[in-house]
């Protein structure tokens, strides 16, 4: 067989591998092969309605789909002469339901920071935008002007016909049979060639679980069955166009969980069914292609009246055809998009449940990652490494079905869905629960949000103040007063050894690592001097290094860590779970801690150093360091002591009146102390200095990204990170939330809460005009609310309390 060479072999010959094609050779990659099975848009693409929107709660995600409208609309007609079907129709989600309203209010809020007008619609304007909709008992809705659909075998086609033009190749009917590692490049074996790339990439859709299993790596999608139905003529449809009226605008009702957009004289209905019908979970069938499932109305009957009942003249349109087929879903319904997890040069680009909707902005962020070494924007929404090991297949079905079932449901903050649950649990998870824990999931952990004293209490969704408010009020006034105490397990962790160890911590990140015995803080850039990683790093020795990072970054930090090392003399494990994360704060802290030991915990154990100790006879790491602004001491104890050190810790701390915290009170509490977190306000699109770490950045030793981050300290158009107090109302802020000087939208909020100790609402916020710093206003939920710049820390800024 003959053997195929490529810089890039890209697996998959849907929208979004077709995309990925079209814009590498855009950028200059010539030597790109795509391989299909079957033909392109065969699996997803070829049966999908087509529907675009920009509506989305995430700045990344909207940019996909905004990219992809752009590209459909304009960019592809403009470079082909042809036409990709597209409809500028406009669309509008409406609703009965008041916390979907908060919902509207917010994404439109956003979406003002963003660039793209997202209105928010009466009743009357809805029925003036569509007069075939009934208004009864609607509340509002949204309305999204620029949102469309296109066909999609036509704008795949285009991006296909520019990337042959630019010297692409696609190889259709052509399976992929094995996949293997030789040498620095990827062997793919196919049914007509053996290619040899230096990169490949997983861009299969309904078959990329199959595809990732040949690559080595766990594909968390599932694919899920989804019907539409395609009217015959709608004679109030036929009027319109017969009068020249515009198109009616997609209206979809999130309640019902329905969408209807018009296809010609007639109308399509899609709607959603909360039980989910998952599909070939272990592996499509071989001759699977252009196919669709026979009709199953009957699985949907009731979401078909309730849209009926909604826009009568549904009723009076025939059903000319039903298309029932597969799309895929991840465990969070967003797509797999960037690395593989410990893979060189192989990357993800799969999993989009709306693969056409997301599919060309979707290829141009991976593009981008690729030839860039950065991605363009955020990606941790998409990151394909933000599910490990740990999600399974119960794990991938149950959050696919779940996600299915709420394609349409209320994106709360600080929202916790119950499905597939309880994949990694602390040695103190039982024990946590007993006294009252309400658990929220982090990077598969079940990590204690809030403390309730009712057993089995739940959080009450909402977008205002919550049932855990209350109790978070009184964990805060414990850690602030007596002593807290809170389960940290959840950290990443890693260990470096060898006689590089310090040479090679130092290379990683913008600052120098500390002495023996101190603890200190390093972010990791990418090429283009973004934030990839922040690391504590905890030096126990001249070639022993202790690294911890958030819950959520674990795979990305150990491909990081593993990337770098090269020419270093040491090595790399991930400990995670061999060690959990007894948080011990409060002024009353060291008078617990000391009962159980014989170590100094006074003068000879000062703020930011580790010492080895024994804890109620357990050998204990002991980091002196708060994320809460008060004296404390994170105890890194060996997973199976985990228990007894606990059990003594609590009892030791009665007399002094210790309580739990969870994470709601340490946000609450780290912002009153105005410190960053990752993936929130250290993100890779900002530099340290832009966060707020410039202290922690220096300039003597060589680092990756070091050149970009130099350019960008001297670019005007940095932005600023600011902590501000916002006038306190009747709702808290939390994340996404537009800052507003007049007219002008000059910044976003990345994180905010009430901080309990100081009475004050807090958020950090990006200004991405510097000289905007009075007059300021944040708009929450379409509340415009006024705010402040801090110079300083509202909570003990001098440290005193941590460093007592």
């Not at 001759?287 to 026979?294: K, N, R, S, V, W």
């Amino acid at each position: 067989m003959s053997t195929t060479n490529a810089q890039v072999l890209i697996i998959g010959g849907g929208a979004m591998g077709v995309s990925l094609m079209y814009h590498l050779v855009k950028a200059g990659w010539t030597d790109v092969v795509l391989t299909e099975k079957n033909d392109l848009t065969h699996g997803s693409t070829w049966h999908a309605a087509g529907l675009c929107t920009h509506f989305a709660h995430n700045p990344t995600i909207q940019e996909l789909r905004a990219t992809s409208v752009r590209l459909y609309r304009d960019i592809l007609p403009e470079e082909t002469g042809d036409t990709c079907g597209f409809h500028r129709s406009g669309a509008m989600r409406i609703t009965s339901n008041p916390d979907r309203m908060d919902e509207f209010a917010h994404v439109a809020g956003l979406s003002q920071f963003t660039g793209y007008d997202l209105q928010l619609l009466t009743p009357e304007d809805i029925e003036r935008l569509h007069p075939l909709a009934r208004t009864e008992g609607l509340l509002g809705g949204i309305y999204e002007p620029d949102d469309g659909h296109v066909d999609p075998s036509l704008a795949t086609n285009a991006m296909a016909k520019v990337a042959r033009q630019n010297g692409a190749t696609i190889l259709r009917y052509n399976p992929v049979t094995s996949i293997r590692r030789e040498g620095d490049d990827w062997m793919v074996e196919t049914e007509k060639t053996t290619i040899r790339a230096r990169h490949i990439v997983n861009a299969a859709g309904t078959w990329g679980w199959e595809i990732g299993h040949m690559m080595g790596l766990n594909i968390p999608s599932v694919p899920v069955l989804h019907q539409y139905l395609v009217t015959d003529t709608v004679a109030a449809v036929s009027d319109r166009i017969k009068q020249g009226l515009p198109e009616l605008p997609m209206i979809r009702d999130p309640e019902e969980s329905w969408y209807v957009r018009q296809e010609r004289d007639g109308l399509i209905l899609g709607p959603y069914e909360k039980d989910a019908q998952p599909w070939s979970i272990d592996g499509c069938p071989p001759e699977f292609g252009a196919d669709l499932m026979p009709p199953d109305l009957d699985r949907v009957e009731d979401i078909i009246m309730m849209a009926m009942e909604r826009i009568p003249a549904l009723e009076t349109g025939g059903i000319k055809s039903v298309v029932n087929g597969p799309i895929t879903f991840t465990p969070d319904a967003n797509p797999l998009i960037g690395p593989a997890h410990g893979l060189p040069n192989a990357w993800l680009l799969t999993g989009s449940s709306m693969g056409v909707m997301e599919g060309g902005g979707s290829g141009w962020f991976l593009a981008y990652w690729m030839t860039h070494g950065a991605p363009p924007m955020d990606p941790l929404a998409v990151d394909s490494r933000r599910f490990g090991s740990w999600a399974d297949r119960d794990y991938r079905v149950d959050k696919a079905i779940e996600c299915f079932g709420l394609q349409f449901g209320v994106h709360y903050p600080h929202e916790e869905r119950p499905a597939a649950r309880g994949k990694r649990l602390s040695p103190v998870h039982d024990l946590m629960v007993e006294r009252g824990a309400v658990m929220g999931a982090a990077y598969g952990w079940e990590r204690p949000n809030w403390f309730s004293d009712k057993q089995g209490d739940e959080a009450v969704p909402s977008f205002r103040r919550s049932n855990w408010f209350l109790p978070v009020t009184r964990e805060c006034e414990a850690v602030t007063n007596s002593v807290g105490l809170a389960d940290m397990s959840v950290f990443s962790k890693f260990e470096v050894k060898g006689v590089d160890a310090r040479a090679f911590v130092d290379s990683i990140g913008t600052n120098l690592a500390p002495k023996v015995g101190r603890i200190g803080l390093t972010h990791a850039l990418t090429p283009a001097g973004g934030t990839h990683s922040e690391f504590t790093v905890t030096v126990l020795a001249e070639d022993e290094f202790y690294l911890t990072s958030a819950a959520a970054a674990e795979e990305m930090d150990e491909d990081l860590l593993r990337a770098r090392v090269d020419g270093f003399d040491v090595s790399i494990t991930r400990v995670t779970e061999n060690y959990g994360v007894l948080g011990l704060m409060g002024p009353k802290s060291r008078d617990v801690l000391s009962t159980l030991t014989d170590a100094d915990l006074g003068a000879g154990f000062p703020w930011l150093s580790v010492r080895e100790i024994t804890v109620a006879g357990i050998p204990v790491r002991a980091l002196r360091v708060s994320y809460v602004g008060e004296l404390g001491w994170e105890l890194h104890v060996a997973a199976d002591q985990m228990r007894a050190l606990f059990l003594a810790i609590e009892e030791a701390g009665q007399p002094h009146g210790l309580g739990f915290f969870g994470a709601y009170a340490m946000n609450a509490m780290r912002l009153e102390k105005g410190y960053r977190a990752w993936g929130a306000d250290f993100t890779t699109e900002r530099t340290p200095a832009e966060t707020g770490a410039g202290f922690l950045i220096k300039m003597d030793h060589d680092f990756i990204g070091k050149d970009a981050l130099v350019a960008r300290l001297k670019d005007d158009n940095q932005w600023e990170m600011v902590l501000l107090e916002i006038e306190t109302g009747d709702v808290d802020p939390y994340y996404a939330h537009g800052v507003i000087q007049g007219d002008r939208m000059v910044g976003i909020v990345t994180s905010a809460a009430y901080g309990h100790r100081t009475g004050k609402t807090l958020a950090l916020a990006y200004l991405r005009d510097r000289s905007a710093k009075e007059g300021l206003e944040v708009q929450i939920l379409g509340q415009q609310r006024a705010a402040k710049i801090l110079s300083k820390p509202p909570f003990d800024p001098e440290n005193a309390r941590m460093k007592n």
